[in-house]
């Protein structure tokens, strides 16, 4: 198959153009009103701040306070911890470790976003909480998330997209999330080979498959910054493309967020474009690459 986003291969960086639509053609559902959906196509993300309620909201916190509290689960591959203060930095696939977000990530008000945008059936690529406790939470250095599953895992084109959920309110003291806006038009290949078991260095600080800053001051200059201020409870979508990163907290105030991300069910990993091996089930989805069904409210329990 045609490599159409090659990356860590050359002795120089490049911004390539994008070749694959933002919003996909003749999409079976629509959930955003024409506005929103153009905002999407532009910008490359869209923050919507009143899907969930109160109560929905806090269902969640607790779930995520359930995750982070429970020895067994810090003790497994899937909890990705601060290098210096031992911290938990990430739990992933935590749509498989418990029952509320297995049902939320099929949620009718997040999956039917999902699937107009790829116009296609979805399922889940990867999800994982981020944490950043206050005066502890590290950043998360500048990247395009489709270069690292192109290169890692074998996505093969840009038909993915990223849902996070606030379930803290985040501001710009805490680490908030930062985009670029209208950088997902532009690919950046990156330098750099790609090491063995990359993944147990770039889950905690990544240093291969991230923009040089040439690439980095033309993509900010072209579209500016945004951080995605919110309370708990707000969404925000974006293209598995698009440049973001966040600061360290630094401040008193913790944050944490939800982090899905929906696959089109015809852009199914392959083999890694840029790397020798995948990378484990967890950080990226091969065996449960199934559509997932739609349900009308993932809190409501049958």
């Known amino acids: ?41 532009n910008d490359g993300f869209l923050q919507l701040n009143q899907l969930f309620n109160a109560s ?13 509290d429970d020895g067994d689960i810090a003790q497994r591959p899937e909890t990705i911890k601060e290098p210096d203060s031992r911290a938990v930095r990430s739990i992933f696939a935590v749509h498989r470790l418990s029952a509320l977000f297995s049902r939320l990530v099929s949620d009718r008000r997040l999956i039917n976003i999902a699937r107009e945008l790829l116009a296609d059936d979805v399922y889940i690529h990867q999800s994982r909480a981020n944490f950043k406790p206050g005066f502890q939470g590290k950043d998360f250095y500048w990247h395009s998330d489709f270069e690292t599953w192109h290169a890692e895992d074998g996505m093969p084109r840009m038909r993915a997209v990223s849902c996070s959920i606030l379930l803290a309110d985040n501001n710009r003291f805490n680490g908030p999330l930062l985009l670029v806006p209208g950088s997902h ?27 040089d ?34 600061s360290s907290n630094i401040s008193p105030y913790p ?24 990378r484990p089930e967890y950080i990226a989805a091969r ?16």
């Not at 933002?22 to 999407?40: E, T, Y």
């Not at 201020?229 to 974006?238: L, Q």
């Open 56 to 68: 929905e909201v806090q269902s969640m916190q607790e779930e995520l306070a359930r995750l982070l």
């Open 255 to 278: 944050r944490s967020n939800l982090f899905f991300v929906y696959n089109s069910v015809n852009n199914r990993l392959q083999d890694p474009f840029y790397a020798r091996r995948s």
């Open 287 to 302: 065996d449960g690459a199934h559509p997932l069904p739609v349900l009308d409210n993932a809190f409501i329990f049958p």
């Open 185 to 211: 038009k532009h690919f950046i290949s990156c330098v750099g080979e790609t090491p063995d078991e990359h993944y147990k260095d770039s889950l905690v600080s990544q240093s291969i498959g991230v923009p």
């Open 1 to 41: 198959m045609r490599v159409h986003y090659p990356t860590r291969t050359a002795m120089e960086p490049a911004i390539l153009k994008r070749i694959d639509p933002v919003c996909w053609p003749d999409a079976p559902v629509q959930a955003l009103s024409d506005c929103s959906k153009k905002r999407f196509e």
């Open 213 to 246: 800053p040439v690439s980095l001051k033309f993509l900010v200059e072209k579209g500016g910054l945004v951080a995605a201020e919110g309370k708990a409870g707000a969404v925000v979508f974006f293209d598995c493309n698009t440049m973001h990163g966040s």
